[in-house]
């Protein structure tokens, strides 16, 4: 199997601690970051915009995606062009739609060829990233992101499916890049690499597993059944 020098799947972290960033930041394996509201407040974030220009601070080349989080597209767009203006290496996250299933193409056709870097996001179709690619066409740098894991939730395998993403991205935007997002396990790095996906996006506990890869499986298996021997004397279970 492939080892983790040998991937040119880029990877990229995903979250909103701090301490996590700055951590990945120093790991030459890692080459950006993404977060979005729900990571945010998940990590305890009160303040966006602060925590944004934090973390800007420390992070001032890797390529980083902060979410628009209004739903009306007049809103995103002053949003977006805010987002932007934090710094060189920033990337803006617009949905693929709104909430009400109103689609966001002609704000990413706008901003992309304002010269905003784009990461249009939560899309599961080969429709949506066509035509995501179609209003990028032209534009900025941009990605964007398909829910890998999320289609993996529906007993769907991701993967031929992002197989035809990356077929319509050389057909209509080449530029662009596809992001393989919300993997599952840490075996989708190596799906993503297999099929030529350009990014990976990994939470820590995700990427904490990296030091597995190549493991021999019967020391594995052995450590196991000690972990699972040492956790019933540990909590002195008697029969």
């Given at each position: 199997m492939k080892?983790?020098?040998?991937?040119?799947?880029?990877?990229?972290?995903?979250?909103?601690d701090k301490a996590d960033i700055l951590r990945l930041a120093q790991n030459p394996l890692i080459k950006g970051f993404t977060t979005?509201?729900?990571l945010m407040r998940k990590a305890g974030v009160t303040d966006y915009e602060a925590f944004a220009k934090d973390i800007l601070s420390e992070v001032r080349t890797l390529p980083i995606s902060f979410e628009v989080f209004a739903d009306d597209f007049e809103t995103m767009r002053t949003q977006a062009l805010k987002i932007a203006g934090w710094g060189d290496n920033v990337y803006v996250k617009i949905p693929v739609t709104n909430t009400r299933g109103v689609d966001s193409y002609g704000l990413i056709r706008a901003l992309s060829h304002d010269g905003v870097k784009l990461n249009v996001t939560?899309?599961?179709?080969?429709?949506?990233?066509?035509?995501?690619c179609l209003a990028l066409k032209g534009g900025?740098?941009?990605?964007?992101?398909v829910f890998a894991g999320r289609?993996?939730?529906?007993?769907?395998?991701p993967v031929p499916c992002m197989m035809l993403a990356l077929a319509v991205i050389a057909q209509v935007s080449p530029g662009t890049e596809?992001?393989?997002?919300?993997?599952?396990?840490?075996?989708?790095?190596?799906?993503?690499?297999?099929?030529?996906?350009h990014i990976i996006t990994a939470t820590p506990d995700i990427l904490k597993k990296l030091s597995l890869v190549g493991k021999d499986l019967s020391d594995y298996s052995l450590e196991t059944v000690q972990m699972f021997y040492n956790?019933?004397?540990?909590?002195?279970?008697r029969l």
């Open positions: 080892q983790i020098s040998e991937l040119t799947v880029k990877l990229f972290g995903d979250g909103a979005n509201p729900t939560a899309m599961m179709t080969t429709e949506q990233v066509r035509d995501a900025a740098p941009a990605c964007v992101s289609i993996a939730d529906t007993g769907r395998d596809l992001i393989w997002a919300s993997p599952r396990e840490l075996l989708n790095v190596f799906q993503a690499d297999d099929i030529g996906c956790d019933a004397k540990a909590s002195g279970y």
